[in-house]
């Protein structure tokens, strides 16, 4: 196995954290197992090499496929089950009155990974509003920093797993199985638009939003970091639009501008 000097390791997760944000100062032993493979079949005899051309900025490709190797894409339809039943209960009811002239929404899926949360808020939606569906704008905004797993979410193939928390009528609904894996109905897999996104780059989309979705991806940041992006989400809500983070993912009472309503759930003060 190659050796990560710390001089290396510094360069490394100094350069990662400036410009993604995620904080892996802690993890060097992570990084040499992860990435040990992917220096090897790249014709690398050295960590430095490898973070040389990493931190030239010439190919994007190695730094999202380093990045996706570094971080944990798993996920899964209906993952976090308590956020859907707040946003079936209480959101889309009032979203649906509050948009009932203009009759579209506005909704982020922030880290989307390969799909699963976009898709489901999407069968949501469709559920939701029925028969009047089609006369609702309801695309989703998709976005993470990987074309690579973008591209995987924009022609999804998903396994028995990832959908086993669906409901039965679900899966015949919106799903076809093709082979051992499922393919997704393009009702909902056109009302989904992917976009790559840094997350530490402001916020400067033609709309603010709803209700945003940024689910288990602050993990990777440490606590300034998460503050200042929680402060350009707020910036980014509509007054009474909601953020959704992951329930593992604690924010600071003390800086956060959002009002908590329930463990994960927060909103902007009207």
Request: hydrophobic share 35%; net charge positive.
């Amino acid at each position: 196995m190659l050796t990560l000097s710390d001089a290396d390791f510094q360069r490394l997760y100094t350069y990662i954290k400036t410009n993604y944000g995620i904080d892996l100062s802690k993890k060097k032993s992570l990084i040499v197992s992860r990435l040990s493979n992917t220096l090897k079949a790249g014709g690398y005899t050295s960590f430095s090499q490898y973070i040389d051309d990493v931190i030239s900025g010439r190919d994007k490709d190695m730094v999202t496929s380093m990045l996706n190797k570094l971080t944990t894409n798993y996920t899964y339809f209906l993952r976090e089950e308590n956020h859907f039943k707040y946003l079936w209960d209480t959101v889309l009811p009032m979203l649906s009155q509050k948009h009932a002239r203009d009759k579209s929404l506005s909704i982020w899926s922030a880290g989307c990974s390969s799909g699963e949360e976009p898709y489901t808020i999407s069968m949501y939606l469709k559920e939701f509003f029925g028969a009047q569906a089609g006369s609702w704008d309801t695309r989703i905004l998709a976005t993470d920093i990987s074309q690579q797993i973008l591209n995987t979410a924009q022609n999804p193939r998903y396994q028995e797993d990832s959908l086993s928390r669906l409901p039965g009528s679900w899966k015949q609904k919106y799903f076809v199985k093709d082979g051992t894996s499922y393919r997704l109905a393009d009702s909902i897999r056109q009302n989904v638009i992917f976009r790559t996104f840094n997350l530490m780059q402001p916020i400067q989309f033609r709309r603010p939003f709803d209700l945003i979705f940024c689910r288990n991806v602050m993990i990777y940041f440490d606590q300034p970091t998460k503050d200042a992006l929680v402060k350009r989400f707020y910036n980014a809500t509509v007054p009474g639009g909601y953020l959704f983070i992951g329930h593992s993912e604690g924010l600071n009472k003390a800086d956060c501008p959002y009002q908590y309503i329930m463990p994960a759930i927060y909103q902007k003060k009207i």
